[in-house]
């Protein structure tokens, strides 16, 4: 199998195959934490009440988290994953 380049939505620089819908799809799902903040200082904003700040403070938090994690573990994300999985399991080429 061919190594295809990968390409880069223009909204952000998340890295999908162009030649897989699935890819692409997830390219966009990665794009949740943010539309999900917005949404949070949004309804702060509008209806002020504590359960929905402390859901926020509660959602970054685990970003900061991630984040700090990432750091400390520093794995080196596989290459071609799908292939070596696909070739793991005895299918053909």
């Given amino acids: 199998m061919e190594d295809t380049p990968l390409a880069s939505l223009s909204l952000t620089h998340v890295h999908y195959?162009?030649?897989d819908n699935l890819s692409y799809l997830c390219a966009w799902l990665a794009l949740v934490p943010q539309a999900?903040?917005?949404?949070?200082v949004t309804l702060?904003?509008?209806?002020?009440?504590?359960?929905?700040?402390l859901m926020f403070v509660g959602q970054m938090g685990c970003e900061a988290l991630n984040f700090l994690l990432k750091r400390a573990?520093?794995?080196e994300?596989?290459?071609?994953?799908?292939?070596?999985?696909a070739d793991?399991?005895?299918?053909q080429k």
């Avoid at 999900?36 to 949070?40: D, F, I, M, S, T």
């Fill in 44 to 53: 702060i904003w509008s209806s002020r009440e504590i359960e929905i700040l």
């Fill in 77 to 85: 994300r596989p290459k071609h994953s799908c292939q070596r999985e």
């Fill in 36 to 40: 999900l903040c917005v949404v949070y």
């Fill in 73 to 75: 573990i520093k794995e």
């Fill in 88 to 91: 793991s399991h005895g299918s």
């Fill in 17 to 19: 195959n162009p030649s």
